[in-house]
Structure formats: C-alpha cells, structure tokens
C-alpha cells in the first residue's frame, strides 16, 4: 500500500485480556516507531526498531507492554492483561532510514483502544 | 516532566489573518525539530521542520522560527485558511525519536 495502514482501526477489549495491535509499515522502510496518544496529549513514545530488532524500547511503560518485528517489516504491539488505563490511540510511523534527522516518518491513522 | 510543551492548547484566528502557535523546549541537546499537522481519526502529517542549526526555515505558507537562546519556536501560517483547521504538534528529535508537545487546535473562521 502508498502509506503506513493499522489494523483494527478499533478494538474495544474487557479489562485483563490481551490485545494485539498490528502496523504495516511503508515498504521498505526500515525504522518503525510505536507511540500512544492519550485524550488531549500528544503522542508519547513507546518504542523504536531498526529492521527487526528493536533499537530503543524505553517507552514500554511496564512488562504487560511488548512488540515484535520478527521479519524486519510488519509489526505487532502486544498488551497482556489489559487495564482501563491503556485506553488510548496508538499510532505507528515508518522512515525510509534510521532516526529522524532531516527526514521524516509517516504516521498511519492508528488504532483506538478501549478497555472496558 | 515535559520535555516540549505547548502552553496553548487552542487558537481561534480569521481566514486571511496570520496565525502563530508557540513551542517551547527544556533539552538544549534536541538537534531537529518537526511540525505535524493532525486531522480527526487520521495520523499525524509532517508540516515543516528546522535543523538547530538554524533559525529560520519557510514553506510556503508555512514558517518556523526558532530561538535557540529562549529554546523557543513557532510556526507562522500566512495567510490562514479555514482548511488550516486541525491540531498542530511540535515535536523534537533526540535519539532517534520525537518527543511530542501536547499539540494546539487551531480554528479558522471563514
């Protein structure tokens, strides 16, 4: 496809299950970030791969938070035990190469969580 | 604690007019910095962006300006048209990343 596209567009979960987010990224771009946006703020960072490991994961708020990119082009973020506080939009971009200086990332629509 | 803040959270302003919304920064070391423009259900879009090395970068209608001794910057969009209307987002690289401020709504009247 011509951009960065997430699936599902929403979810809506009960509180404690797992949920997984997928993003496929423009092709053959590299650098794949993870953000989440909550109600009025801007998005946050959550974690960045370069190919298919990940190069900075300091975003994760916490071991229930995990993502893959096992063939260096679509990932998956993966929530354990979901919590009402993990109510948000998360956004997937993509770069053509690493980090973000003079270049930028395109971001895909995202996917609206809702715990309930 | 915020990194990048935008005090603003919106801006109304009368097509034709100039529009100016305001960022500003804690981290002397962020190197690039990046305006995203972001309509409803829809990801953010680049707008404009500025290398630290420089103060002043133009794109049309769209200018940013930055100040690096009050770590300060702003984009100027003139003249504002009613499909201005969406939430703008100042970002800063450091590290490969963005570090987003908290984004202002911007309004333009016909």
């Given at each position: 496809g011509a951009g960065v596209s997430q699936t599902p567009s929403n979810k809506v979960t009960e509180k404690g299950k797992y949920v997984e987010l997928r993003c496929d990224p423009i092709s053959g771009h590299t650098a794949l970030y993870w953000y989440r946006q909550s109600l009025g703020q801007g998005p946050e960072f959550l974690i960045y791969f370069q190919g298919t490991g990940a190069a900075d994961d300091s975003g994760l708020p916490n071991?229930?938070?995990?993502?893959?990119?096992?063939?260096?082009?679509?990932?998956?973020?993966?929530?354990?035990?979901?919590?009402?506080?993990?109510?948000?939009?998360?956004?997937?971009?993509?770069?053509?190469?690493?980090?973000?200086?003079?270049?930028?990332?395109?971001?895909?629509?995202?996917?609206?969580?809702?715990?309930? | 604690d915020q990194q990048v803040k935008q005090n603003s959270p919106s801006l109304s302003v009368q097509e034709g007019r100039i529009s100016i919304l305001n960022c500003d920064y804690t981290n002397s070391m962020f190197d690039y910095f990046l305006w995203y423009k972001k309509y409803p259900a829809e990801g953010p879009t680049f707008l404009i962006s500025i290398s630290s090395i420089k103060d002043k970068n133009e794109d049309g209608r769209f200018t940013v300006f930055l100040n690096k001794s009050a770590k300060h910057l702003s984009l100027h969009i003139v003249p504002s048209q009613p499909g201005d209307s969406a939430v703008y987002f100042c970002a800063a690289h450091t590290g490969g990343k963005l570090i987003f401020g908290q984004g202002t709504t911007l309004q333009v009247k016909p």
């Open positions: 071991d229930r938070f995990f993502a893959v990119r096992p063939e260096g082009s679509v990932s998956t973020l993966k929530i354990q035990r979901t919590e009402r506080g993990d109510s948000a939009v998360y956004l997937c971009a993509s770069s053509l190469i690493p980090g973000l200086v003079n270049t930028e990332a395109f971001f895909g629509q995202g996917t609206r969580l809702t715990v309930v | -």
